[in-house]
Nanobody, 128 residues
Framework: HVQLVESGGGSVQAGGSLRLSCAVS????????LAWFRQAPGLEREGVAV???????THAGSVKGRFTISQDNAKNTLYLQMNNLKPEDTAMYYC???????????????????????WGQGTQVTVS
């Protein structure tokens, strides 16, 4: 299994920025998918962005142009840069890993959380 630990959440005013980090350990496969999901109270979990091991990215329409997913392989870290934050971005944010996944681009990987094998504990983002 892969261990995932998120950090970087906090409270910010609308229009502000945050960068979330997810420390990834135990990832021994060359092919994988790493993603960010979020869940607000009373709402269903929502896929935010996914990145394939080859670097291809997909972002949800609600965050496109404002959020950017990236990875630093040397540091074994997944990032989510969030700019121009809005109150509706308030949620618990989770990183997730699919081991051995290939071709993980497109909306499918944002709407099928069951495809991910491991999840972090989450980091809270509050926008006011």
């Amino acid at each position: 299994h892969v261990q995932l630990v998120e950090s970087g959440g906090g409270s910010v005013q609308a229009g502000g920025s945050l960068r979330l980090s997810c420390a990834v350990s135990g990832l021994t496969y060359d092919t994988y998918c790493l993603a960010w999901f979020r869940q607000a109270p009373g709402l269903e979990r929502e896929g935010v962005a996914v990145i394939a091991s080859g670097g291809t990215t997909t972002h949800a329409g609600s965050v496109k142009g404002r959020f950017t997913i990236s990875q630093d392989n040397a540091k074994n870290t997944l990032y989510l840069q969030m700019n121009n934050l809005k109150p509706e971005d308030t949620a618990m944010y989770y990183c997730a890993a699919n081991i051995g996944g290939t071709g993980c681009s497109g909306g499918y990987w944002l709407t099928h959380g069951e495809e991910y094998d491991d999840w972090g504990q989450g980091t809270q983002v509050t926008v006011s």
